[in-house]
């Protein structure tokens, strides 16, 4: 994916050197951060904390805000509970880390206390694409007409293996309803996308391939037309780790949604139940379920 380059209208952390007065009349400089909209960029945003909101309704009206100032795009939204940040400043300290959101299939594995390692091996990457190649062929049968692109779709928003695409969504309140999922607090992504064109809509010159869930996936399958689900990833997609997987080199905003006095959601607008989120009668799921316990079984 081709990054964002340029200025946007959107809330950042800026650095401002203040002069003040000691005592003894000693004179100096104090840096305070504040809270910014013109000249925003896609580095300034992802190094920030996220733009506090503490209302749904106020989280709507601050999205539309940058919405409306930032026209060239369309506007996408994922909800997470952690703001996951790279570690560059380890080793560059001139650096500040950002926000960072790459698909599964190029997240490093874990390592024995459950954190993540610094970096995934490239050997590790093509091996996953050929388990994901092993279970399009289990699950594809003697179909053939189906893109590789669709299968991956399918296999991201279930869970089934990793892959090379990320879930995005077109609702906002499905977004903020994962975000608070697990917790008093989280954060929504806002992300500028070529407006899409087909179910499956390629942009060559950007480098993007975004999917919408609802145009190909058949009735049965209820989790993705519920949240309202889109995928995005480089294109072409290869077995490779490169900054074009970096799905954050499009965020034009970040929120960090604030719901610890339990007054985020009201009457008007209230979460996406948990049932609905994710069905337990997705007859989709279930085949998939059945195919994936297949695939490890020939493994």
């Known amino acids: 994916m081709q990054p964002i380059v340029g200025y946007l209208y959107s809330p950042f952390q800026k650095k401002v050197q203040k002069f003040g007065i000691g005592t003894g009349f000693d004179f100096n400089f104090k840096t305070e951060i504040k809270w910014e909209r013109t000249d925003a960029t896609v580095s300034r945003i992802r190094r920030g904390e996220g733009y506090p909101v503490s209302t749904f309704k106020q989280l709507v009206e601050e999205v539309a805000i940058v919405t409306i100032n930032n026209k060239n795009y369309e506007m996408f939204y994922r909800g997470q509970t952690n703001d996951y940040k790279n570690n560059n400043a380890d080793y560059f300290k001139n650096n500040e880390p950002k926000t960072t959101i790459y698909p599964t299939i190029c997240r490093p594995e874990k390592k024995s206390d459950g954190t993540s390692k610094y970096s995934i091996k490239k050997k590790n990457i093509i091996e996953r694409y050929d388990n ?168």
Request: aromatic share 12%; net charge positive.
């Open 132 to 299: 994901l190649t092993k279970m399009i062929n289990i699950v594809r049968g003697s179909d053939s007409t189906l893109l590789n692109e669709y299968y991956y779709a399918l296999f991201q928003h279930y869970d089934i293996l990793p892959t090379p695409l990320i879930d995005i969504t077109q609702s906002l309140r499905v977004a903020a309803t994962f975000a608070l999922e697990k917790s008093t607090k989280g954060y929504v992504y806002v992300f500028g996308m070529p407006y899409p064109n087909q179910s499956i809509s390629y942009f060559l010159d950007l480098g993007i391939v975004l999917i919408k869930l609802q145009n190909i996936m058949e009735i049965e399958a209820k989790k993705p037309r519920y949240q309202e689900g889109f995928l995005v990833g480089k294109f072409p997609i290869r077995p490779t780790k490169t900054n074009g997987d970096e799905l954050a080199n499009r965020m034009v905003a970040k929120f960090l949604v604030d719901n610890t006095d339990n007054k985020f959601w009201d009457e008007d607008f209230k979460p996406i139940p948990k049932e609905v989120l994710h069905p337990k009668n997705d007859e989709v799921e279930r085949r998939l379920l059945k195919h994936k316990e297949q695939f490890y079984k020939t493994r």
